[in-house]
């Protein structure tokens, strides 16, 4: 069993935080899918959390760049900034593949 | 908007200076924003941009209604993101979004080699520019701040220092640019009428600052107890700096040439601040110093000795000290007296030149032997814009206090006291 798929076997809960439609914040998006849908079969949620519509959830998860992907689920949180374009980076910062 | 402390530790650390945070926050005064940047944290893929700390800053903002902002430090942005170039870029658009929403923002950073910021930045797209400094001159340590650039204003461009006390910060005044302050025509008694009489029948002016200079045992401090005596039976209150003894000492000393200072103590008229001069810096010692007249508001201050002050400074700075101090003074109205230690009979002259030129009036006690006798010897060396005697009148210290003896038979008639 492939690490990957190991990790997939679990629920993993993602929340995306955006601010607007912005270009990098849409390319988050669809880089995100895209991975998901490679790495971790149907195991997943994705919660997008536009900040501009709701400013008070920056502070809990400490959001300061845009846009962050944040991993709640699996433990520990992992976070991720960047328009998630350098999949490689995406996979080592979820804990997908070792570093 | 807080980087590197925990709200906790804010709260705690600002309670000493007198800052009650949680109270604040409680009536919403003032929103802290705790932001955590972990590097190792964070992972970075491709492009982003610091739109989350607009827009936690504008929720900030807008949450509280808030008109000053505070952004401590921006280093911390510096160690959470790799990449200078967006940080740069970010920071730019900060400072103007800032001033498009109307806010004053302070922001901190810390101070690079050789540049103001250690990014280099900063310094261009703020207004203004303070720069603060902590330097160790002759193992004393003094914190000073300067004005390096403020947009828009003819600001001081002196390094001022600055003192960090119990109730919070306070800078020194400045020194003031012209010699302006008006001069009281009234007069103050010295406590002794022979005195009185030798500075023109009056005593001191007020607001006047006055040298009281002699060797050891002279009886410097036992003159000053008379003037300070004199002004807390006028009911003034009167501030006493002591820098060689306690003040203890000091009452229990004057106890035994009949000087009774306790009872002056008691009631408030009689302020007493003693410190060894080395405890700190020269300017830390006037700021303290300020903040002890600015409190007690009192019509005399003392200073006993003076000399003690040099010791923690050089002559140039003494004496540019002494004159902040007799400006703010003489602005007042308060009347100065500083005692001063000289080395030794032939040089008692020279060694106060320094800041005799700062004084108005100048008294000389000098000790003189004589048939194995040490005979004590008072004069007025100058004393500006009355008459005064030129005479050397001899004097003893009694049980009773300083005895002035006048030789001119004018005075004959006051010896009986």
Redesign the interface.
Known sequence: MTQAARKGAEQWNLRL?V?GQTP?CI??FANLKKLCEEHLGGNYTIEVID??KK??L??GD???????LVRRLPPP??????????TE??L??LDLVPK | MTFEESLEDLTADVASLGFDLAALIAQRKIII??????RH?????????????F??L??AIKSVRAKRVVLDTIEA?FA??SNPGILRMELARLFRWLKDKGVTAVITGERGEGTLTRHGLEEYVSDAVIVLDHRVDNQVSTRRLRIVKYRGSSHGTNEYPFLIGRSGLSVLPITSLGLQHEAPLDRVSTGLNALDAMLGGKGFYRGSSILLSGGAGTGKSSLAAHFVDATCRRGERCLYFLFEESPSQYMRNMRSIGIHLEAWMKDGRLHFHAARPALFGLEQHLVAMHREIEELRPSVVVVDPVNDLMSVGTANSVKATLLRLIDYLKTSHITALFSSLTAGDAHEQTTDTGISSLMDTWILLRAVEEKGQRHRGLYVLKSRGMPHSNELSPYSITDCGVQLVRRSPRTAKRRTR
């Open positions: 935080y601010a990098k390319t988050a900040l501009l400013p008070q920056a502070s400490q959001i300061l760049a845009i846009p962050t949180i992992k976070r991720i900034i960047g328009d998630l374009s350098n980076r995406v080592v910062g | 924003d705790d932001v955590r940047v972990n944290e964070i992972e970075e893929t491709g492009e982003y941009d610091l739109e989350g700390l827009i936690r504008d929720h942005l959470g993101f």
